[in-house]
């Protein structure tokens, strides 16, 4: 393949790192890459890539430097140098106050930061389903978003550079609550001989139906006001104690259901017994 889009410099080759390398050779970019273990280039040198000798000597290689590695800690121990000219690219998980700090670090030795967030697996990457979110000053990010659609959708989020790092977390607590929800129920069916994969149609369902709910109660924490057209904080509440106390009966961990429900009672106590769920935000704003 002739490379002759704009070269991208690409540092950590882990399963996402690789994967980004991949996909801007296979974009038709010059690729340098750099990895603390060489051995893990030998599959994207074969592919076209050029294996830099150091950090330092891929980042002078090309305008635009990619990071994927660990945290924010490694990254800042890799971008060792000036950056003079140089856009820096963090897709690495971290922080948004490490992701700000960053952003000055790398403005006080010459370069321009955008931090983002990969909402994908490795395996997407390069396709229009990778999802990668970016934040930073928008014209920095508009001046490299061709090169960028490489490694898949672009979204940018806002001009602070915490922005991405923010969504990604808040992504990660909508993700995680999914899961364990899906599990637990699994637990609870499980007891009476039900396979999780027997659940799939109907937990398939429900998960819909909530997703079809978020617009309106997204509406509701933006405004505080909190509709109970689907059910009150209090009948919610009486469905959740039924949950405890046939976990309890079962043999499966309710600690979960206990955690929703205490959050729930709160909100209630605070004067939300008769609005809607969506009042719990109220106790999530909170310390």
Not at 45 to 72: D, K, Y
Not at 194 to 218: E, F, H, K, M, N
Not at 277 to 284: G, K, N, S
Request: net charge negative; charged share 15%; proline share 4%.
């Amino acid at each position: 393949m002739m490379h002759t889009g704009t070269p991208v410099t690409v540092l950590g080759l882990g399963l996402m790192g690789g994967a980004l390398a991949r996909a801007f050779l296979d974009a038709g970019h010059p690729t340098i890459v750099w990895n603390r273990t060489t051995a893990k280039a030998d599959d994207i040198v074969a592919r076209g890539a050029v294996l830099a000798e150091s950090a330092a000597a891929a980042i002078t290689a090309a305008p635009l430097v990619v990071v994927c590695v660990s945290n924010h800690d490694a990254v800042a121990a890799i971008l060792d140098g000036p950056l003079d000219g140089r856009t820096v690219v963090n897709l690495s998980s971290g922080t948004p106050s490490r992701a700000r700090a960053l952003a000055e670090e790398v403005a006080r030795r010459g370069g321009a930061y955008l931090d983002g967030g990969i909402m994908a697996v490795p395996e997407a990457v390069g396709s229009a389903d990778a999802v990668v979110a970016y934040s930073g000053p928008r014209p920095l990010y508009e001046a490299h978003a061709s090169t960028l659609s490489s490694i898949g959708t672009g979204l940018h989020l806002g001009d602070d550079p915490g922005l991405a790092s923010l969504h990604e977390m808040a992504t990660l607590v909508l993700m995680w609550g999914l899961l364990d929800g899906f599990l637990n129920g699994a637990a609870i069916l499980g007891t009476a001989g039900v396979s999780a994969t027997a659940y799939l149609p109907l937990a398939r369902t429900a998960i819909d139906t909530v997703a079809g709910w978020l617009p309106d109660y997204a509406r509701q924490a933006d405004h505080g006001i909190y509709s109970s057209d689907d059910g009150t904080l209090d009948t919610h509440l009486a469905a959740m104690a039924n949950v405890i106390e046939e976990s309890e009966t079962l043999g499966v961990n309710a600690e979960l259901a206990r955690l929703v429900k205490a959050l729930a009672e709160r909100a209630a106590s605070a004067g939300h017994g008769a609005s809607g769920y969506a009042a719990l935000v109220e106790q999530f704003r909170r310390p």
